[in-house]
């Protein structure tokens, strides 16, 4: 039963165009929200995170959307770069339980030149 | 500048052969924790330690055993290693639990 969920296993998009990298939660109780990206053979990077009293958080490039009455989060990134050729991670953090964070299966981006 | 640091980064072990996996943290962190990642499957959390001297099961805790030595270091057993075992293993810290984790490079373990 998968609380957290990335629904588009990879994405490729322009470098110079927008990647929008999407997010779907079943639980209502999540109230925090985070991206990590992953290169190969290296652990994940922490990216950037919303609270739930949010709907959105922007650091540089990349931007978190929160929808709470659609249950679904978006990570924008404006411009792709080939760098940013990665998988991405959401996960979820429930308001009552601190034990753990809930992770989606991971989106693999490509960023062609 | 080392954060979480894990040995080994690549191991490969005999069926029932046993191994221990080391993680130290530098950051003064609280919590600490052991993912596995498998094609498909996500990161998945074996166990987590909350503050030195506990330790909890996660998501796929069978197989394997955990110490929390001290505050930086947590270490995570495979006693009697099986090839259902072959993952890529995280192990991560976080200030509390619950809190935005950092993760160490990741051990290629390979069970034959």
């Known amino acids: 039963d998968q609380q957290v969920k990335q629904n588009s296993p990879s994405l490729s998009v322009q470098e110079g165009r927008i990647s929008i990298l999407n997010c779907d939660y079943t639980n209502s109780m999540f109230d925090y929200f985070l991206w990590y990206k992953k290169y190969p053979a290296e652990g994940p990077t922490f990216l950037i995170s919303i609270s739930s009293i949010k709907d959105k958080n922007e650091d540089g490039r990349f931007t978190v959307f929160l929808n709470k009455s659609a249950k679904h989060l978006s990570l924008h990134i404006v411009p792709s770069q080939p760098g940013d050729s990665a998988v991405y991670f959401c996960?979820?953090?429930?308001?009552?339980?601190?034990?753990?964070?809930?992770w989606g299966l991971g989106t693999s981006l490509a960023v062609n030149p | 500048n080392a954060g979480v640091t894990q040995t080994p980064k690549f191991q490969v072990l005999k069926t029932g052969q046993s191994m221990t996996l080391q993680c130290a943290q530098d950051m003064n962190h609280n919590s600490m924790y052991w993912y596995r990642q498998d094609p498909g499957m996500g990161l998945r959390l074996i166990y987590y330690?909350?503050?030195?001297?506990?330790?909890d099961k996660g998501e796929v805790p069978n197989g394997y055993n955990v110490s929390r030595l001290n505050k930086r270091e947590f270490s995570l057993r495979l006693e009697s290693a099986a090839p259902s075992q072959t993952s890529v293993y995280f192990c991560a810290s976080s200030g509390t639990v619950g809190n935005t984790i950092y993760f160490g490079e990741g051990s290629w373990l390979t069970v034959v």
């Open positions: 330690s909350a503050s030195e001297g506990t330790t």
């Open positions: 996960a979820a953090k429930h308001a009552g339980n601190n034990r753990k964070l809930i």
